[in-house]
């Protein structure tokens, strides 16, 4: 490509421009786009082979390749090759598609750790296997010389498998040590290492103890639990990116009049950006034409929606509801007001980050006892025989009977079990302490607007009208796409009314719609419009042309198991609130219907982490509940936090615990499997703890031989499974 | 006990062949949707040839 693109001396100038236009064909194949499509209804063989089929057929597709795992499309084609496209070939043989975006899959990424991991404990669990299998017939009676070819062959098959199956330890036991600090790898990497260099010892002068089926064993079950802990942090981890890559950063950008959609990265201080209805504003900036209504419940929590016109400010995050707006952005990327609530997090953060979890608090203990046990062992056999090779043996095992085999495991397979568990109920655990913090919460704090609320109205009070005025209302409301109006034309269908004859329907973007009945004008729309007083509460204002103004309220609707979620928490004695930034009327009335006593209405988001970390001062451990950026920081201050799908992705970030499904209840379910993995992780220390009190003064008094160390750890690991496996 | 000679490397190249394929599983991704490969050998749709 190179050698055509620099320019060419040449007589002929159809032969330098034929390779260079084929440079350029190269070009744009290598351009080749890839795309990616989330497919939730894919389900059997047929789907499979219909989908790919479909997708290869539309023109420009190279390939198509659905996993069934994930429920994912993936498509190579031609860069003109669009998302939309290949949605609507989906639309159209009845698969519900969204698009993700690609570069926030970073799937291939994680998948080579795991790979890696997956590759060690292989190599790991064959290598153990073979010496072992030496190792029986070595403890059955081997003798002399066969002893000695066995005990070699061992080695042989050992040595290499230690070098490349323990990298893992070996790396994160430097780690620590440079920083000068004990975890629990130290002790395993020493215990292995010793393990391995006193057997070659032993076997060099026809001694009768090896230790390499201990070494090996002991590399595998720890690798296991490596493994299982990666396997729970990489599924969490793929299943919010996926949410992260549901939200494509596009917006359609305004140029000379002439419209072309681009990445929102690219976006400049200054441009000029069209947001359509539904749209959510990408950028902060300052509106130049057209007038709508904004939902900012995201942002702020209120449910009222604002008017917007030109020369009014929005801030990233905002929705736009009516009519198409276009913007100046005046703040991109790391400058909106978005990214600057990340500062507040980060602050809020650092608190967090003071936790630390049962496996380093057991390790904090555990570490420097075995290699004093271990030193006083050697020390004390050395001063009483004054023979190296005796205390060098006994101190290697004392250490790999004390080795942390079953604290590896006790951890990752109580936390593997628990979040499978709760995954299937919906909820995804991403932080690795999430579920040990979870377990400790004894107050909760909610978030009123897109938490316990759907935000979704509903209409109140739909009873108090006349069939003429529904009728005339229905007609109106299905002109617009408002959420109020579609709110309340659903409910007009639902009680059987019919839309009444209303001429010349238009929507007046920020305002309402209007409409003519023979010469009088009736309008459905905001308060200042219509000539009313506006309520406190969210409503739509009516005029049907005879001088009165009737108003429709609407409340938000529960999200579905919300009041499970709260019932069960007051009934396992948590202390309930309820903080919003919606008016002091809606929160009340929520906190009410719930059953919450204490409520704060009208909370800034500065309010939101102060109360929360007011809590935190006073001893309380708090679980936080929210969805929107005002949350963010409370989110990230508070001691456990959890938030919707459906919540911004700066939300989800700052939170340990994603709900996938639009449900609530199992917030209440998931504290109680919280409870029972902390005591199951409790319990299976205690369980390696008697272990070690039968096993170590054996190896202590100089009884322990391979036989027992095998043995020991074996049964210890097993047991610490199937307890982890007792979780319900 | 001559027999071992030959039963030991013929046991651990057998256990080795067993951990190559594995690991040659294990890096040509098939175990990326083990889902979808259940349900795809179902399908007969590539059976008379395989996928271009």
Redesign the interface.
Same mark, same amino acid.
């Given at each position: 490509m190179t050698a055509a693109m620099r320019p060419q001396a040449s007589a002929c100038p159809a032969c330098s421009a034929a390779p260079a236009a084929e440079a350029l064909a190269e070009m744009a194949e290598d351009k080749e786009a890839k795309l990616a499509l989330s497919v939730p209804t894919v389900h059997?063989?047929?789907c499979?082979?219909t989908i790919e089929r479909e997708l290869a057929k539309t023109p420009g597709v190279h390939s198509a390749r659905?996993?069934?795992?994930?429920k994912r499309a993936s498509v190579e084609a031609d860069p003109e090759v669009t998302a939309a496209d290949l949605i609507n070939v989906l639309d159209r043989i009845g698969y519900e598609a969204h698009e993700l975006d690609v570069g926030t899959l970073s799937a291939t990424a994680t998948?080579k750790a795991g790979?890696d991991l997956?590759?060690r404990l292989?190599?790991a669990g064959?290598a153990s296997?073979?010496v072992m299998?030496?190792s029986v017939s070595v403890w059955s009676g081997a003798e002399a010389a066969?002893r000695d070819?066995f005990h070699w062959?061992s080695a042989a098959?050992a040595l290499p498998t230690i070098v490349f199956s323990g990298k893992p330890f070996y790396i994160s036991a430097w780690g620590a040590l440079k920083h000068k600090r004990l975890n629990m790898d130290v002790p395993i990497v020493l215990a292995i290492l010793l393990a391995v260099a006193t057997s070659l010892w032993e076997t060099s002068l026809s001694g009768e103890h090896a230790y390499f089926d201990a070494a090996l064993t002991l590399t595998f079950f720890l690798l296991a639990g490596r493994y299982l802990d990666h396997r729970t942090r990489a599924v969490a981890r793929s299943a919010a990116e996926e949410l992260a890559a549901l939200e494509v950063p596009r917006a359609v950008r305004v140029r000379d009049g002439e419209e072309e959609t681009v990445q929102v990265s690219e976006l400049a201080v200054g441009d000029m950006i069209l947001v359509r209805p539904g749209g959510r504003m990408p950028v902060d900036g300052e509106i130049v034409e057209g007038q709508s209504e904004l939902d900012r419940s995201l942002l702020t929590g209120e449910t009222v929606p604002v008017f917007a016109e030109p020369g009014f400010g929005v801030s990233a995050g905002e929705v736009n509801l009516t009519g198409p707006l276009v913007i100046r952005a005046t703040a991109v990327g790391e400058e909106t007001s978005l990214h600057r609530m990340a500062d507040l997090v980060a602050i809020a953060e650092s608190g967090r980050s003071r936790y630390t979890s049962l496996a380093d608090k057991a390790a904090k203990l555990y570490a420097p006892g075995v290699h004093i046990l271990s030193a006083l062992a050697f020390v004390g056999w050395y001063l009483y025989t004054f023979d190296m090779r005796t205390a060098l043996n006994i101190a290697a095992a004392v250490l790999i009977i004390t080795c942390p085999c079953a604290l590896g495991l006790a951890v990752p397979a109580v936390t593997t079990a628990a979040s499978g568990r709760l995954f299937r109920k919906g909820m995804l655990i991403k932080h690795a302490t999430a579920l040990e913090r979870l377990a400790e919460v004894d107050t909760v704090v909610f978030d009123k607007t897109g938490t316990l609320t759907a935000g979704t109205p509903q209409v109140e009070n739909l009873g108090d009208f006349a069939r003429r005025d529904l009728e005339v209302a229905l007609a109106l409301a299905m002109g617009s796409s408002h959420p109020l109006s579609s709110a309340l034309a659903n409910a007009a269908r639902e009680a059987g009314i019919k839309p009444a004859q209303v001429s010349d329907i238009e929507e007046v973007p920020g305002y309402g719609t209007q409409g003519r009945i023979g010469d009088t004008l009736v309008r459905l729309g905001r308060a200042a419009w219509i000539g009313a007083q506006p309520l406190a509460q969210t409503s739509a204002f009516l005029s049907v042309g005879d001088g009165q103004v009737r108003a429709f309220t609407f409340t938000d609707t529960l999200r579905d198991g919300a009041e499970d979620a709260v019932q069960g928490l007051l009934e396992t004695g948590k202390e309930v609130l309820l903080v919003s930034g919606d008016s002091t009327g809606a929160v009340e009335a929520l906190a009410q219907r719930l059953g919450i006593e204490k409520w704060i209405a009208e909370a800034l988001p500065e309010d939101k982490a102060a109360r929360v970390q007011a809590l935190t001062d006073e001893g309380k451990r708090v679980l936080m509940v929210g969805d929107g950026l005002n949350d963010t920081a409370a989110l990230a201050a508070a001691h456990v936090s959890i938030s919707p799908a459906s919540a911004l992705d700066a939300a989800r970030v700052a939170s340990d615990i994603v709900l996938l499904g639009g449900d609530l209840s199992p917030i209440a379910d998931a504290v109680v499997t919280a409870r029972s993995a902390t005591k199951r992780i409790r319990e299976n220390f205690r369980i390696a703890t008697v272990y070690n009190i039968i096993a170590v003064p054996l190896a202590v008094a100089g009884l322990a031989t391979p036989l027992i160390a095998a043995l020991a750890m074996s049964s210890s690991s097993i047991t610490v499974s199937l307890n982890a496996l007792r979780l319900r | 006990?001559q027999v071992?000679s030959y039963l030991?490397p013929i046991?651990?190249l057998l256990?080795?062949v067993?951990?190559l394929a594995?690991?040659y599983t294990?890096?040509s991704n098939q175990y990326?949707?083990? *889902?979808?490969d259940a349900?795809?050998i179902?399908?007969g *749709?590539w059976d008379d040839h395989p996928k271009p």
């Open positions: 059997c063989a047929l499979i082979s659905v996993n069934l795992t994930l998948d790979r997956l590759m292989a190599v064959f296997m073979n299998l030496l066969t070819m062959i098959i | 006990m071992l030991i046991s651990i256990g080795g067993g951990l594995f690991l294990v890096k990326d949707d083990p *889902e979808g349900r795809r179902l399908s *749709e």
